[in-house]
Each structure stands twice: as C-alpha cells, then as structure tokens.
C-alpha cells in the first residue's frame, strides 16, 4: 500500500529476537512527532483470568452489565415491574444489531441510543420517571470496567514517550466515551492523550479516514510523521496505511478478524509486546 510520500510499505517485524530493525525499517520513523494508540487489546485488556471467545468481551461482561443496568433502571422506577428480565434480553438484541450495523456503516451508534430505543419498546412504568440514562450506562460498563487491568509495560512506555516530548492520542472504537475516559483515568493515564478520540463522540468509527482526520487536524502533523498501534488489521492498520501513517501491528492478544485480512493488510511494523514496541519508537536511529 502506498502511503502519502509515494513508498511502497513492507511489513517488518520486529522480534525479540531481532534487536536492531533493518535501516530501510527505521527510517520510516525518522520523522515521527506523535503515536495514535488502540484501547482495548492495545493498551488495556481483560484479567487474564478471565477467558472470552470474543475480542470484545461481549460474552463475559455484556450480559452481567445488562442485569446491572436492568437492576438500576427497575429500582429508579424507569421500568414497570417484573420487566427488568425483559429489558435484559431486549437490550442486548438492540446493542448486538446496532454493534453490526455500526460496523457494516462505519457509523458508530452509541450505546445511549440503543438503551433508548430498548426502553420506548417495553412497556413504561405507571408514571413518567426521569432518568439519566449516561448515568444509568455507567452501571453496564461497570462490570467491564471491574475487569479492565493495563497491557504490561503500557504505562512505562506511555511514559517514556511522553518523556521524549512526542504527543499521545487515544483512538478508539467504543460506544461511550465517558466509558473509555472512565477507564483511562483508572489506569492513571488521565491527561496522556490529546485528544483521545472515540467513535461514540464524533460518529464513525475506525477504519473509515474521518475518524484518524480528527487527530492528525488536532495535531496539525503530516501523516507521515505519526505512527498508529493497534490489535486490528482492518480498524487500525488498515485505516492507518490509507492515510499514509507509519503503522505497527500489536499482536499480543490475536484479533479474531484478522486472518481475513492477514494476505492483503501489510503493517510497517509488527509487535507483541509493549518491550518490543519501546525499541521500535525510542531506539535511536543508526
């Protein structure tokens, strides 16, 4: 693929292994003035101890965050009685269409939308009660939120960077930021990213090129002189080469979508792991 300056982008990967990259393969990073990293898999992931057959979570956190939710809204009054197990299946049909849908648009559908169109199609409680449904969301992301533990050696390399004087963005898929903002001030990282960056807030989600627009406008820097990281070769590196940015594929946890892509997404680099991806950025040039 055919980035901004016109060269050809090979995929080198960068091992343990392997401590010196290939000259051609550092050169790609000689102007390099900011990184856009991925959030989930990239930067933060589930507890290890807890086993998931999607990248997403979705099968360990989706449900136990609905009966959360469901909980909350039938002790405010906002759901008639003995309707809050209805809710329950009803707001996971409307998330899990909307996610697809989302996906297939690239137009992200927040997760305030579907909770709402959930609760127009169950019956009201006997009077009007006002909700605020942000609020309300915070209760379904909080059995994620629980569970959410930093990638090892995230936060040193956040720091390093910051240390080298390059700007941090955060550029994320996600269908709350207040969520996503949540969970970056847990880590400790509040203030690392400027801007961070999530579907939700401004409406497409990764790979569509808008979505990568609203960072590179912020930083007014040349695609050529940023890098985005990232799990997935379709969201991120994808969208990242289109633009014509320095990619590295972050490959500690495997992305389920990324087979389909594997012959024809080609990354600048390839990591797996936050050691690897500190020599990749901060190694100096030769």
Do not use: C
């Not at 300056?5 to 990073?29: D, F, I, K, W």
């Not at 569970?147 to 269908?175: C, F, H, V, Y």
């Not at 090129?209 to 912020?218: I, K, M, Q, S, Y």
Request: proline share 6%.
């Amino acid at each position: 693929m055919t980035g901004s300056g016109g060269g050809v982008y090979a995929s080198r990967v960068a091992t343990l292994n392997r401590p010196r990259l290939l000259l051609e393969s550092r050169q790609e990073l000689s102007d390099l003035r900011g990184v856009i990293f991925d959030y989930g898999n990239t930067l933060v992931r589930l507890d290890p101890g807890v086993r998931s057959l999607r990248s997403d979570y979705a099968d360990v956190v989706a449900r136990p965050g609905a009966e959360r939710l469901g909980a909350y809204l039938a002790a405010s009054g906002a759901l008639a009685a003995g309707t809050d197990g209805d809710f329950v299946e009803r707001f996971l049909e409307v998330r899990e269409r909307n996610r697809r849908l989302a996906e297939a648009e690239g137009r992200e559908i927040p997760g305030i939308v579907s909770l709402h169109e959930t609760l127009l199609a169950l019956p009201a409680a006997g009077a009007a009660v006002p909700v605020d449904l942000e609020r309300a969301l915070d209760e379904f992301f909080a059995a994620e939120v629980e569970l959410i533990r930093p990638m090892p050696g995230a936060g040193k390399l956040l720091d390093a960077l910051r240390e080298r004087g390059l700007k941090l963005a955060m550029l994320s898929n996600a269908t709350s930021g207040r969520y996503v903002a949540g969970v970056v001030d847990r880590m400790g990282w509040a203030g690392y990213f400027d801007p961070l960056v999530v579907s939700a807030d401004v409406g497409v989600r990764k790979p569509r090129a808008e979505a990568f627009r609203v960072v590179l406008d912020r930083w007014g820097l040349l695609p050529r002189e940023v890098a985005m990281v990232g799990d997935s070769l379709y969201h991120d590196i994808q969208g990242g080469q289109a633009l014509g940015l320095v990619t590295i594929h972050f490959t500690a946890i495997p992305n389920a979508l990324d087979p389909a892509y594997a012959g024809s997404v080609r990354p600048t680099f390839t990591v797996s792991s936050h050691e690897e991806l500190h020599r990749v950025l901060l190694q100096p040039l030769p």
